[in-house]
């Protein structure tokens, strides 16, 4: 009976490492008694592998955050506050305007702090307040439509 048991004890901690490899592969081929030398953990080539990988994701990591800091990545879809321009004085050193409102204000803004330099009496027209945007998306339409289906007409061009 006692050998019976220890049998069954045997064959259960077999099908557990069989279900656990379903899982964990790696982890199932390293506790396996037959793992080959190629699929250790100590073998020196997939020790730098393993290495390298992680060197690589750490790198693409950081690659990705000095991009996103550089370009200002960030959404700044504000519909009261905008940067109606932008120049640099310097390294640091910025001069902007932004509109608040109906309102628009010349800062200057470095490293440390923003100062307000004046408020505009007459307003800076972009090209978004001409209505510029507007006529290329419909002409970035007109296109794609195009290219979608030749056998179209372009309409509006006499315009």
Request: a positive charge; zero cysteines.
């Amino acid at each position: 009976m006692l050998l019976v048991k220890s049998k069954e004890l045997k064959s259960s901690g077999k099908n557990l490492l069989k279900s656990v490899g379903y899982f964990f592969t790696p982890l199932a081929i390293l506790l396996s008694p037959t793992a080959n030398a190629a699929a250790s953990i100590t073998n020196p080539t997939s020790v730098l592998s393993i290495f390298l990988s992680l060197l690589l994701i750490v790198g693409i990591i950081f690659s990705l955050a000095y991009v996103m800091r550089r370009f200002n990545v960030t959404p700044g879809n504000s519909q009261h506050l905008k940067v109606v321009a932008s120049l640099s004085a310097g390294a640091r050193e910025r001069v902007m305007v932004i509109q608040v409102g109906e309102e628009q204000h010349l800062i200057g803004v470095t490293a440390q702090n923003i100062n307000h330099l004046s408020k505009l009496d007459t307003p800076i027209v972009t090209q978004q307040d001409n209505q510029g945007g507007a006529m290329f998306k419909q002409k970035l339409v007109q296109a794609m439509a195009q290219k979608m289906n030749p056998s179209l007409k372009e309409s509006g061009d006499d315009k």
